[in-house]
């Protein structure tokens, strides 16, 4: 199986694992891949449950542009903007986990409560709504890119991105995971935040260190 083939089949996999994981219904969120000078992102219209490898659409790397056939998610956009902005992306979702979406429409924000977010996803950026599928929200998208790989959009979801699609995709289920975390910890009084000392001596340990290497790889594994 030649890189593009295996590429198309990965991206349906994630696409079913954010179903399965409840990231995402119908034919919400989007996700896409870098191949050489292109990248391949979900078809609009179709849900992760029926999208097959053939579904996927080229776009340019260089002008954003639709190669060959098929119609890119409305939200191309976005995903061509982060990896204008990060040469070094390799794979982006966009998702709708409901805690998240729940968290930030309330006014809340996610912080890093337990060591696998400190060592996978580090800390997040929000934004404000602003309308979807729109150049403006791709480039304050991009623009918070910058300095995370998580951004929080107030009632449009999350993006996440990474060296790999595995990278991206386990980012997407932390954030989700803290935040159901944080609204328990709201029954109890509110979250235990780790100290920024507390944080440095996470990211210094050899297993987190071992670990988080092997999600840059571009291979899945299960």
Request: net charge negative.
């Amino acid at each position: 199986m030649h890189e593009e083939e295996r590429l198309r089949h990965e991206l349906v996999e994630y696409g079913k694992k954010l179903l399965m994981n409840n990231l995402v219904v119908g034919a919400g969120g989007n996700i896409s891949a870098k191949h050489d000078n292109t990248f391949l992102i979900s078809p609009s219209g179709i849900g992760f449950d029926e999208m097959r490898p053939e579904d996927l659409v080229t776009v340019s790397c260089d002008d954003g542009q639709t190669i060959g056939c098929g119609r890119p998610s409305s939200e191309v956009a976005m995903h061509w903007y982060c990896y204008k902005q990060r040469p070094d992306i390799e794979a982006v979702v966009h998702a709708h986990p409901p805690t998240t979406v729940g968290v930030i429409s309330g006014g809340g924000m996610i912080e890093p409560m337990f060591p696998e977010f400190v060592a996978y996803v580090g800390e997040l950026a929000k934004v404000d709504f602003l309308t979807p599928c729109t150049n403006e929200l791709a480039d304050s998208v991009a623009s918070a890119l910058q300095r995370v790989d998580g951004v929080l959009m107030v009632a449009h979801g999350a993006l996440t991105v990474g060296n790999s699609l595995k990278e991206a995709f386990m980012r997407m289920e932390i954030i989700e995971e803290s935040a159901r975390i944080l609204v328990v910890s709201k029954m109890f009084g509110g979250p235990r935040v780790l100290t920024s000392e507390e944080r440095r001596n996470i990211k210094q340990l050899d297993a987190e260190k071992y670990r988080a290497e092997l999600l840059k790889s571009k291979k899945s594994t299960n």
